[in-house]
């Protein structure tokens, strides 16, 4: 069953600690990114990857960091630097920059 | 200022009663527009993707609408279980331009 799964589902972190979020996806898409949501605004893109070993910054990267060395996988550290951490965080898939993408169910991180 | 602008944010609908959703760009550009249903708490799922004005798509109860300024997606008699938030979002070469989203919720 082809899809893309995030774990965990929920975490929980102490302010001042790096956490790393999961993403796999085993639908053989080149391109991976990870996204943002806030309550009452739109997603927006913290990474991107378009092929494995390469990625890009999208709009809110200060704070964040991301590996693509396996095609299947694309973690995202969330790091200490990062102001406002607390937030549900989507990671998705597609076959290229202008496929569609498909959305894992999401990781909601609280920082206390 | 690119941007994609979702209308209106809450809508309120009794089972049966059709309605639009309105999505309007300002995306230098364009290369297509993406339509999600997005449960709560969960991630977006992909409905539609439209490339070119006057392109229309149907799934089900929804249909899908592009102009040069805007897109519709129409609802027609909606079911409590169509009750969900939907987000558009355009791209070009550069970059995705994803909108805050309309919370549709419909009444039994």
């Known amino acids: 069953d082809g899809g893309i799964t995030q774990s965990p589902k929920y975490l929980f972190r102490k302010e001042g600690q790096n956490v790393t979020l999961s993403c796999e996806q085993n639908?053989?898409?080149?391109?991976m990114y990870w996204y943002r949501q806030d309550p009452g605004q739109g997603l927006r893109l913290i990474y991107y990857?378009?092929?494995?070993?390469?990625?890009q910054k999208g709009d809110i990267a200060e704070g964040y960091s991301v590996s693509r060395e396996k095609k299947e996988s694309f973690p995202l550290t969330v790091t200490s630097a990062q102001k406002n951490p607390t937030a549900f965080y989507l990671c998705?898939?597609?076959?290229?920059?202008?496929?569609?993408?498909?959305f894992g169910p999401g990781t909601r991180l609280t920082v206390t | 200022e690119d941007q994609v602008t979702q209308s209106p944010e809450a809508l309120r609908l009794q089972e049966g009663e059709s309605s639009s959703l309105n999505c309007s760009y300002t995306?230098?550009?364009?290369?297509?527009l993406f339509w999600y249903r997005q449960d709560p708490g969960k991630g977006p799922e992909f409905l539609f993707t439209l490339y070119s004005a006057g392109e229309e798509k149907e799934k089900e109860r929804l249909k899908a609408t592009l102009t040069k300024k805007e897109s519709f997606l129409h609802i027609t008699a909606p079911k409590p279980e169509d009750s969900a938030t939907y987000l558009c979002a355009g791209y070009n070469f550069n970059k995705f331009y994803f909108g805050s989203g309309t919370k549709l919720n419909v009444k039994p």
């Open positions: 998705a898939s597609s076959i290229g920059w202008e496929s569609e993408q498909y």
């Open positions: 995306v230098s550009g364009l290369r297509g």
């Open positions: 990857s378009q092929i494995v070993n390469d990625f």
């Open positions: 639908l053989n898409h080149d391109a």
